[in-house]
Structure formats: C-alpha cells, structure tokens
C-alpha cells in the first residue's frame, strides 16, 4: 500500500489542523493505521492509531483530548484532526499502516507502510 501525508502546515498556539493520509494500491480496510511524528533532533514517537474499522482508537497521552484520529475507508483515506495545538506538537507528521496480527499499534517498527511526512509547525 502507498501513502502519502497532507494539510501540514503553520499554525499558531491554539489553533487546528488537519491531516489526510491517502491510500493506495491495497485495500485500505485491511490496515490498522497510525500517525507518528518526529520534532527536530528527536525519536519518532507514537501519536495515534486506528482499528481497521475505526471502531478502537489509541493516543499517546501528550494529545489525548486534543488529537482525533479518524479513518473513511470508502475514500482510503486516514485523517489527524488536531486542535489545541502547542509550540511542542511542532515536528514531521507521518502516517502509517500494518497489516499484521497481532500488532502493537503504539510500537512504530510494527508498521510495514510509511507516508513520506508533512511538516506541522506552531509558532506564534
């Protein structure tokens, strides 16, 4: 399956964005996806992730309340919707899928598919 990652962006403290990841090649419902990003000079970390159906979502606890992770399999397309958004939620945001059973969505070296990223900055 290909991805790609849009609706980055600049945004001030406070303010929202949304991401789309798009799917390709493969029948998205059979991925589990997840977002992940990577600020400047640090690990890529688990932001959220999505059952096939979207029926379970999971969240890392830095954007619990404030991330909606989101999947529409009629059009493949995963979705981030970020509000509330912090001078510390700036980095690349990757979006990502797997197919294996079982998988711990939370773990980034599960996932078998990336997105190339889409760079969300926060500043004033």
């Known amino acids: 399956v290909q991805l790609q990652a849009f609706g980055g962006g600049l945004v001030q403290p406070g303010g929202s964005l949304r991401l789309s990841c798009a799917a390709s090649g493969r029948t998205f419902s059979n991925y589990k996806m997840g977002w992940f990003r990577q600020a400047p000079g640090k690990e890529r970390e688990f932001v959220a992730a999505i059952s096939w159906s979207g029926g379970s979502t999971y969240y890392a606890d830095s954007v619990k309340g404030r991330f909606t992770i989101s999947r529409d399999n009629a059009v493949s397309t995963a979705y981030l919707q970020m509000n509330s958004l912090k001078s510390e939620d700036t980095a690349v945001y990757y979006c990502?899928?797997?197919?294996?059973?079982?998988?711990?969505?939370?773990?980034?070296?599960?996932?078998?598919?990336w997105g190339q990223g889409t760079l969300v900055t926060v500043s004033p």
């Open positions: 990502a899928a797997t197919d294996r059973v079982p998988s711990d969505l939370i773990v980034r070296h599960e996932y078998d598919y």
